[in-house]
């Protein structure tokens, strides 16, 4: 025994113990995210419970089991209940009912003992909505216009009541939309003619005239409006809630209804894509904590995007003068220094720094040079997107440098040399043969970047990322690209909603999507990154012989 | 070949083209991070700038010969400044507009236009002897024949044509009849009051030596009252209690705080406290004797500060101190804070004493007087001087603090004809006297509270709030939160990058290194909501089983090592040592496993069934869900990765012939490991251990979300703190754009850039000398 704590074995051991533990923590982390976030879209089980209270009274839980955890029944001694001796904890379900309308919360404890009977009928629906969130509970009959009507026709109903919920939604976003703008750039031109002292009687009224035709075309498209609102809530569904109650839903509130316990395996794998589907196409609902994340995902892949094309060609002149043009002096010591502490800078700094340079004093000159029609309300003044991407871009700047720099590292000086001898200037060298060899190394660098900005989430609560944006960055009103406004983002969206919102709980679920979508981005974008690089080292392996 | 002469000579051209694009690109990035550093600095430095006083407009006064200049006011753009002679006139005086702008009808040009403040018939040929000013805009005339009159001179401001105007005018809040103050209708030498939306109190003493207390309460709300009509309210009248000395010596000087609780009278050296709450009587609440410098001093005068909780007290030795309530173990008592000199050693002042004190409305800086006309300015909470100089010649007839603070109004004795009166304006750039070295990094004592502290707390509901920032809870909480972090990782980190670089196959190590360093790459954004939303409400279900861990991981290790030594060879053979942390991962898991099932039952038989509570009810100890060791486990996953493969780079990287040589030399593995291998690494393993800490520091949304935000001072790993980090993105999108709040955000920020700077530049130092030593071997 001695002898072996002598040989060192232990602490080999132990030393080992810190690789599992890193590696364990590793893996468990991406498992959980990853199972918790895919359970969120997997239909589950709808329940049924017939419970017997401590006062005896009688009633009926119908829901889905959302959680379960044992307590030591000393710590239920005030419930008096009747147990058997040897039991000592008791199971207690959270169960998920719904109906925000008849109960004020949606989850609520069930102590198991309570539970006289389970069961899991067929026909037991869940009601997905745009407001109020699920509804649990049987489909009682299914109003068209004021008669009942034969509920299978529910499935050709609810088609109707989509298509045209998506004409509304085109009209108001597109067509509305367009002339919301289109007024409130006439607005901004009035005003900057009067600033101009410009405004002469003739354009005065050409743009009255354009206003005129503006809100006609406005009125037209609201009675057109109204037309599909009036169509859309004929009819209703009335659904039994689980205390016997009849609920009357309009179909204009219903966004699914799925028989979930009906529903075969390979239903329920389809159900769940569909799920995947919808929450990456469609927009949030209910403060975030419902519905899909796409204006989250547009924000991020915009502003990483815009980021890239700032920083990619930053971070690769540096680089090539870094390697290939800077002395060995101190000023080049100098530069690394710089580098790797661009690189240290907490990204926070990063975000003070872009709220006070770009967005107060930079974005505030603009204002006053070119958008001063719109002052006191600041265009440019205010955070937003393309702040957003300047911030990062300078945070990822030392990322690309660095990838850069050691792909120009690992190529063979012979091919410097051997280009140069036959008559290149260096700049036709770099051009010609230097860069298309280093340009993996030069994507890995981007490639790392956009990961590190895809995650990165401090800054961007400074300078430009808002939990709800009424409109994306791009949309069809000219000039189409608006860098000036604020977007979402995936990873505010997740401290966002995990943290901000009015119901935790009930948004938890989401968070972990959210943050598996995230993860799995950034995972993804590092494998590719590590991937490239890792070929790449064995082709330049392959050209130094 | 002249075509191939330009094509060289154009070769040439974007050769050096590119040469000179491509470093200035390098160049740029050095740029980048100084324009970091300077804007920083750019915004922080006027915190640090001490008051300015400049001299602006003067306006020689035309007043006949025997007139008093007795108050002045001015608007908050400082354009209009009015003065109240003793006839009982008001005189306004346009400061910036020119003679075509002013057309109203109080205005023309900078003359002055004038008009009587006595409306009303009862106050024919009457001669004001104060004018009694409160923390408002209100001010309370008071004649000869002891009449009363409270007017309200105003501003508004009109837009007409896109051109603002200020209009001035007088209101009279309670008519323009005499207030029938006293009973028996006494005159009051002193006189002092303050007014809310439903009462007004006045404290005087008369002439016949009575101290009385007189309450207006209105029927409805003074303030709805501006067109100058009569008013109805309900007056209650009172009669203080004296003690005899004030009956003798007669009373210097009375305060009212402006929430209409207490009432400061001066007769001497003494102060007399009175409290004004109760309904029924005025009750003596405690008297202020302050400790003078010598006994030939004496006070001189006394103001409140702003905020109705402090009084200041000027001497005849030129010092004022600062008194407020503070909760003893014998119950609120009055106590000298803070004291300050205004005198100045350089110059020799011909008169010390402090003839007036004058506040500001809405901070806590103050403004001294002497009777030649010296001026010190102070700021009470932050202690600091910021200012003294010549102001005036001698004591001036009124002097006024703009609203905003950022202008003086001084109306005294014209310096070339003693006859003529002078209005002099000066602007004050003092936007941050609150904010000291000092206030940021030392104790404060601020009002209310039973002693200094270090208190951040940047905002609040209520008006009179004064804002705290002491930099030291939210220092101390970043430090706190990186030791933690560190605490958990160092470990962890150094010992796999030990492994790895040194007992592993290279097969593993290609696998193994770059799953640990995915990590790296987890936004941190996922590893805080895991903590916050997950790991706290799991850790504070078991934290038994967290604690057991810390021993149990170590020992089920050791185990598996000791039971693997006694294997058989075979089963040796076929599970070689290298596989260590593969056999260890289920070990690990089961060790968890166990660890948490335990946890109930230990809980059960160790803590009453709940750890948690018996840690507050039993040992005293707070307890938040997020605390210090959510946030030490959380970010020290963050910081491992950094950690891990810095350290595993150096230890990989010591070459291979010492090792060898140790080995041959008959050294076991481990002892080469901590004698050769280790000790060649340190350097590395240290910059390693730099940049993690480096990261700890600046980390923010992991903090932000497994820490309850709570900038306190506690080292229990059971509570929360607030970072420099979590706290800018906290309240940086609140802050007001240029006041103290943000520029110190701003300083918050410049430390993090310093700090990590610093370690960043020591930790790069230290590996380029490494690779260098390398190199050479």
């Keep these: ?545 | 070949m002249a075509t191939l002469i330009s094509a060289t000579r154009s070769r040439a051209v974007k050769n050096s083209l590119a040469k000179w694009l491509i470093t200035l690109g390098g160049i740029s990035v050095l740029f980048t991070l100084v324009l970091i550093f300077l804007y920083l600095l750019y915004v922080v430095m006027p915190i640090f700038e001490s008051a300015k006083i400049e001299p602006a407009v003067n306006i020689s006064i035309d007043l006949p010969a025997n007139d008093k200049v007795l108050a002045t006011g001015v608007d908050e753009l400082q354009e209009l400044v009015y003065q109240i002679t003793d006839t009982g006139t008001i005189h306004f005086y346009h400061l910036t507009a020119s003679a075509e702008q002013a057309s109203n009808q109080f205005l023309v040009g900078d003359k002055a236009l004038s008009r009587s403040l006595f409306a009303s018939d009862g106050f024919n040929q009457e001669q004001l002897v104060s004018v009694v000013n409160s923390f408002s805009a209100n001010k309370l005339l008071h004649t000869r024949s002891g009449k009363t009159l409270l007017i309200q001179p105003g501003f508004h401001a009109l837009y007409a044509n896109d051109t603002r105007e200020i209009i001035a005018q007088v209101n009279y809040p309670l008519g323009q009849k005499s207030l029938k103050i006293d009973e028996q209708q006494a005159k009051l030498p002193q006189l002092a009051f303050a007014l809310d939306d439903e009462k007004i109190v006045f404290v005087a003493f008369t002439e016949d030596k009575r101290l009385i207390k007189t309450s207006f309460i209105a029927d409805d709300e003074f303030g709805s009252n501006s067109a100058g009509d009569d008013i109805d309210y309900e007056i209650i009248y009172q009669q203080i209690d004296l003690p005899t000395a004030i009956v003798n010596s007669g009373v210097d000087e009375i305060k009212v705080t402006p929430d209409l609780s207490l009432a400061f009278v001066r007769t001497g050296s003494t102060v007399w406290v009175y409290s004004l709450k109760e309904h029924d009587e005025v009750r003596l609440k405690a008297t202020i004797t302050p400790i003078l410098s010598s006994e030939d001093t004496y006070l001189t005068s006394m103001a409140l500060l702003s905020g109705s909780s402090s009084v200041l007290l000027g001497d005849s030795s030129g010092h004022v101190s600062q008194w407020f309530e503070v909760a003893t173990e014998s119950g609120r008592q009055f106590k000298q804070i803070r004291s300050f000199n205004a005198n100045d050693d350089s110059q020799k002042q011909t008169s010390k004493a402090i003839t007036a004190i004058y506040t500001e409305r809405f901070r806590k800086s103050f403004y001294t007087m002497t009777a030649s006309g010296w001026v010190n300015v102070f700021y009470t909470t932050s202690s600091a001087h910021l200012w003294q100089g010549q102001l005036a010649s001698s004591q001036p007839a009124a002097f006024t603090i703009a609203p905003r603070a950022n202008g003086l109004i001084i109306i005294g004795n014209d310096p070339l004809d003693a006859n003529k009166q002078n209005l002099q304006t000066f602007s004050v750039h003092n936007e941050h006297p609150e904010v000291t070295w000092q206030a940021l990094w030392q104790e404060v004592w601020y009002e209310g509270y039973p002693e200094p502290d270090y208190i951040w707390q940047s905002s609040s509901g209520s008006d009179d709030f004064e804002a705290k920032f002491s930099l030291v809870p939210i220092s101390f909480g970043t430090i706190k939160a990186a030791f933690y972090a560190m605490l958990f990782a160092v470990p962890v980190a150094l010992s796999a990058a030990i492994y790895t670089a040194y007992f592993m196959t290279p097969n593993l190590r290609k696998k193994v290194k770059p799953t640990i360093e995915m990590m790296e790459a987890l936004p941190t954004v996922i590893l805080g909501f895991l903590a916050g939303l997950w790991l706290a409400p799991l850790m504070e279900e078991y934290l038994p089983a967290i604690f057991m861990l810390f021993i149990l991981l170590p020992l089920a290790t050791l185990l598996t090592a000791f039971s693997w030594h006694k294997l058989p060879n075979k089963v040796k053979d076929k599970l070689p040592e290298t596989l260590a942390p593969i056999l260890l991962i289920p070990v690990i898991i089961l060790t968890t496993y166990v660890a948490f099932s335990l946890s109930p039952w230990l809980e059960a038989m160790l803590f009453n069934g709940d750890m948690r509570q018996y840690l507050t009810n039993d040992l005293g100890i707070n307890f938040d869900q997020r605390n210090a060791l959510v946030v030490g486990i959380a970010m020290g996953f963050a910081v491992i990765p950094t950690i891990y493969t810095m350290a595993e780079d150096a230890i990989f990287s010591v070459p291979g012939h010492l090792t060898n040589g140790s080995l041959a030399l008959g050294a076991t593995q481990w002892q080469t490991l901590v004698g050769v291998v280790l000790l060649t690494a340190s350097p590395g393993i240290f910059s390693a251990v730099m940049m993690g800490l480096g990261r700890a520091v600046g980390e923010t949304m992991i903090v932000l979300m497994a820490t309850g935000n709570t900038p306190i001072l506690d080292w229990s790993i059971f509570q929360g703190m607030r970072t420099l980090a979590a706290n800018i993105a906290v309240e940086m999108p609140e802050a007001e754009v240029g006041s103290s709040h943000y520029r110190i955000l701003f300083l918050a920020a410049f430390v993090l850039f310093i700090f990590t700077f610093i370690f960043n530049t020591a930790a790069e130092f230290v590996r380029q000398r490494l690779r260098e030593k390398y190199s050479s071997m």
Excluded: C
């Design chain 1, 1 to 545: 025994m001695n002898k072996w704590f002598k040989s060192g074995a232990p602490w080999i051991w132990l030393s080992a113990a810190g690789v599992s533990i890193s590696l364990i923590s590793v893996l468990g982390l991406l498992w959980l995210i990853a199972s918790r976030g895919l359970s969120y879209f997997w239909p589950s089980q709808l329940y049924q419970f017939d419970v017997l209270d401590k006062n005896g009274v009688k009633s009926v839980v119908i829901g889905e089991i959302y959680d379960r955890e044992e307590i030591p029944v000393s710590q239920l001694a005030h419930l008096n209940l009747v147990l058997p001796p040897e039991q000592e904890v008791l199971e207690r379900l959270l169960i998920k009912t719904g109906n925000r309308e008849l109960v004020s919360l949606d989850f609520r404890w069930l102590l198991s003992h309570y539970i006289q009977k389970t069961e899991t009928p067929k026909d037991l629906v869940v009601v997905e909505r745009r407001t109020n969130g699920n509804f649990y509970g049987y489909i009682d009959s299914v109003v068209v216009d004021g008669k009942v009507v034969d509920s299978n026709q529910l499935t050709t109903l609810l088609a109707r009541v989509e298509n045209f919920q998506q004409q509304i939604d085109d009209l108001q976003k597109s067509d509305i939309g367009a002339i919301n703008y289109q007024l409130e750039r006439l607005r901004l031109k009035t005003r900057k003619y009067q600033l101009q002292n410009k405004l002469t009687a003739s354009v005065q009224a050409e743009i009255d005239s354009e206003v005129v035709s503006l809100n006609q075309r406005y009125a037209k498209l609201e009675q057109e409006l109204m037309g599909y609102r009036e169509e859309i809530s004929r009819d209703h569904l009335v659904m039994r809630a689980m205390d016997g109650q009849l609920v009357p839903i309009n179909l204009e509130y219903i966004l699914k209804v799925t028989f979930n316990n009906k529903l075969n395996f390979f239903e329920k794998l389809s159900t769940f894509f569909s799920q995947i589907g919808s929450f990456i196409i469609e927009d949030p609902r209910e403060a975030n904590t419902e519905g899909g994340v796409f204006p989250a995902i547009f924000g991020t892949v915009l502003m990483v995007l815009l980021m890239t094309v700032i920083v990619s060609p930053l971070g690769v002149i540096a680089a090539i003068y870094l390697h290939e043009y800077a002395g060995k002096n101190a000023f080049t010591s100098f530069l690394r220094i710089a580098v790797i502490n661009l690189a240290g800078v907490p990204s926070i700094v990063y975000g003070v720094f872009g709220l006070g340079f770009f967005v107060y004093m930079v974005g505030g000159s603009l204002d006053q040079l070119f958008y001063s029609e719109n002052l006191p309300s600041p265009t440019f003044g205010t955070p937003g997107v393309l702040w957003s991407s300047l911030t990062l871009a300078i945070l990822t700047l030392p990322v690309v440098i660095v990838s850069t720099e050691e792909g120009l590292s690992r190529i063979p000086s012979e091919m410097r040399y051997g280009s140069l001898a036959l008559g290149a200037t260096k700049a036709e060298t770099l051009w010609r043969i230097i860069l298309p060899i280093a340009s993996p190394a030069i994507m890995t660098g981007i490639i790392l970047a956009i990961a590190r900005a895809a995650g990165e989430v401090a800054p961007l609560m400074l300078v430009g990322v808002v939990k709800m944006a009424p409109n994306l960055p791009l949309d069809g009103n000219f000039p189409f690209l608006h860098l000036d406004r604020k977007f979402m983002h995936l990873g505010f969206h997740i401290y966002d909603v995990g943290f901000q919102s009015p119901n935790v709980e009930a948004a938890r679920p989401l968070v972990f999507a959210t943050a598996l979508l995230l993860v799995s981005i950034i995972v993804a974008l590092n494998m590719t990154a590590v991937s490239i690089r890792n070929r790449l080292r064995e082709k330049y392996k392959m050209l130094e012989h």
